[in-house]
């Protein structure tokens, strides 16, 4: 497992049309290894890492939850965190799609993570907000667009949990194996 940091890709092979450093670049990683699901280069947090396809498939499957800790600009609604819950709809390659429903709350106060690294904005620019949220799918963006569907732009999104697998205290590019979990 890893904590991807803000602002790299998840990927260990570059495209010479991206310039934006990559996961490969953080530890020395088998030759095969590849990240279960992405995170998109704004987002952080969890992400698993196999060289195994049936691994990989298996996690990406609908059985297994994903968490999500979510900063957003300005205070969410219950009305907002109800949409959410049942699912909202949102553009995938240019075609409606509604979300499948999932699990929503607030959270009261900003979650213990790392600073990012970058500075989101200023506390001036007005209120922000926590919200976690499970799902068990991974449209592109997803997330993103579905806080926006409902008014809420993300301003900071990290995978905290992939089905029993915590981020737990682990620091942003930080590699450990799950063997030496217990």
Known sequence: ?????YG????????RRKRKPLLGELANFPTGIMAIGRLDHDSEGLL???????TSHAVRSKSIEKE?????????????????????????????YRTLPCRARRLDQAPDLPP???????????????????????????LRKMTAAVGFAT????RVRIGDIRLGTLQPGEVKSLATLG
């Open 1 to 5: 497992m890893i904590f991807k940091p």
């Open 48 to 54: 698993l890492l196999t060289t195994d396809g049936k």
């Open 8 to 15: 790299y890709l998840s990927q260990f092979v570059g495209e």
């Open 68 to 96: 999500y800790y979510l900063q957003l600009d300005g205070e969410i609604t219950e009305q907002a965190i109800s949409s959410l819950c049942e699912g909202v709809e949102i553009g995938i390659k240019g075609e409606k």
């Open 116 to 142: 990012r690294g970058r500075k989101i904005r200023d506390a001036r620019h007005g209120p922000t907000s926590w919200l976690a949220i499970t799902i068990t799918e991974g449209k592109n963006r997803q």
């Open 155 to 158: 301003l900071r999104l990290v």
